[in-house]
């Protein structure tokens, strides 16, 4: 693995594939069978001919060594896992072939797994790679302290958006699209479980609770409680409820969970955006009609009124289910129903331009979660989710909960289908122009989580043209 990364790092070559042990490793598809094929954590050496089964060893030997600073557990005895067959991605040409466009693959530091067998029960495993995960987390967090010194310089925290949990002594940032929903049903099942199985009962399905159920617990909201009870209750001592208020903040274990910003991206507009699945941004005033009044393009010459008409026509039909909307083909903005992709990446990237405060299900999560000035503990991810969610109950002495958490309902907009295929799909809609625009409003997420664009434009577009 670390040498097909300096490998992929160094080549000038710029097409999506590396040449690995004679055959062709793509970057977009399953590279788990490809890199357990090595064992885990293994230096890469040149093999001699038909010496694949030489690499997994013949017995199994444990051992701790350090490499480039960071701890890792060396595993033999791991036996290769057959490839499997992947999908051919059909992959767009202005893309792959495009020389001012660099194709990443996208491996982080520990993405694939290749020490966990399936077929074991997981917990153990957690428990026997717990210095491993540590390790991770560690490196995480140097990532992003390193990241830091240069954010620190221009970026200004706005909001405060943690929720501090005393009981269980946890500080949490939610991040919208990155297994948010698992950790909100986690707290409202603890804390408000009457919530929890209302809202299960109304949505007629796994058990559901909107963040709202939890503002209680935001800090924000309590300090405003707080100085508010200071003024009207002259018995009341505010000042000294909110710095115990503080301090358990402070103390607490400060956690949040972070994604590949484009796959944040793709997840985000395929359950919001794409077919008018959500009514939350289709009503009257909602982004989905400013996102067709500034970006939709149509050969008609419209009055303002003829155009207000149409969209609105527009929006009542995407508001129905899909199999009872009357789509007229002559209006334009039926046609495609609902905002496409690339319009509502050109909304998100003039929402940046304009200085706007964006919506919390595409703001960058350094922004948000002010990860400059707070101390975080955990930083978890979405590709290692169950382990780094065992790691941070284990932390917290409360590891006995993880089957609350485990495998717990997500939203349903990326299931069953390859992320990176689905970044591919929706970003090969966009142009070079879009690409770097995105490329620099994620610049911070990137570089402070450790992530790499999938398609990194090098020359800026708008001085080439």
Not at 16 to 22: A, F, I, L
Not at 41 to 47: I, N
Not at 102 to 128: A, G
Not at 285 to 301: A, D, F, N, S
Request: hydrophobic share 30%.
């Amino acid at each position: 693995k670390q040498w097909y990364q300096r490998r992929v790092r160094d080549s000038d070559v710029e097409h999506p594939t590396v040449s690995w042990r004679g055959g062709r490793l793509n970057p977009f598809t399953d590279l788990l069978a490809d890199l357990r094929a090595f064992g885990p954590d293994k230096e890469y050496s040149e093999p001699a001919p038909n010496s694949e089964d030489e690499l997994s060893g013949q017995n199994e030997n444990h051992q701790t060594e350090t490499h480039r600073d960071t701890q890792v557990i060396q595993t033999e005895g791991v036996k290769p896992e057959p490839k499997k067959e992947v999908p051919v991605v059909e992959k767009p040409s202005w893309l792959y072939d495009n020389p001012d466009i660099r194709i990443s693959p996208v491996i982080t530091e520990d993405v694939l797994p290749d020490y966990f067998d399936p077929d074991k029960e997981p917990v153990s495993q957690f428990e026997r790679y717990h210095d491993r995960t540590k390790a991770i987390i560690d490196s995480r967090l140097q990532t992003l302290e390193k990241s830091c010194e240069r954010i620190r310089m221009y970026v200004k925290q706005e909001q405060d958006f943690i929720f501090y949990f005393p009981e269980l002594n946890m500080g949490w940032c939610p991040v919208f699209k990155a297994a948010s929903t698992n950790w909100k049903q986690f707290f409202c099942k603890i804390y408000l479980p009457e919530v929890y199985e209302e809202w299960r009962v109304k949505t007629d399905q796994d058990p559901y609770c909107p963040l709202g159920e939890l503002l209680d617990y935001s800090v924000r909201k309590q300090e405003i409680k707080l100085k508010d009870m200071d003024v009207h209750q002259p018995d009341f001592d505010g000042l000294a409820a909110l710095r115990k208020l503080k301090t358990g903040v402070s103390k607490s274990v400060k956690f949040l969970t972070v994604r590949h910003p484009y796959e944040r991206l793709v997840s985000m507009y395929t359950n919001k955006f794409k077919d008018c699945v959500s009514h939350m941004f289709s009503n009257p005033e909602g982004i989905m009609v400013k996102i067709l009044q500034i970006y939709r393009k149509t050969e008609m010459k419209l009055s303002p009124d003829e155009k207000a008409r149409l969209i609105e026509a527009a929006r009542s039909e995407c508001r129905k289910p899909k199999e009872k909307r009357q789509i007229d083909e002559s209006n334009p903005y039926m046609n495609p129903m609902g905002a496409t992709f690339k319009e509502v990446m050109q909304f998100i990237i003039s929402n940046f331009k304009n200085g706007n405060w964006p919506d919390f299900h595409w703001v960058q999560v350094t922004k948000s979660c002010d990860v400059c000035s707070k101390k975080y503990h955990v930083i978890e991810k979405f590709e290692t989710l169950e382990r780094d969610h065992y790691y941070l109950l284990k932390l917290l002495g409360e590891e006995t909960r993880y089957p609350e958490i485990a495998g717990a309902h997500g939203n349903p907009s990326v299931k069953g289908r390859n992320p990176h295929d689905l970044v591919i799909h929706y970003f090969s809609q966009l142009d070079e122009y879009v690409l770097w625009d995105l490329q620099a409003v994620y610049k911070d997420d990137f570089a402070a989580f450790g992530y790499l664009p999938h398609f990194r434009v090098k020359k800026n577009p708008y001085m080439r043209h």
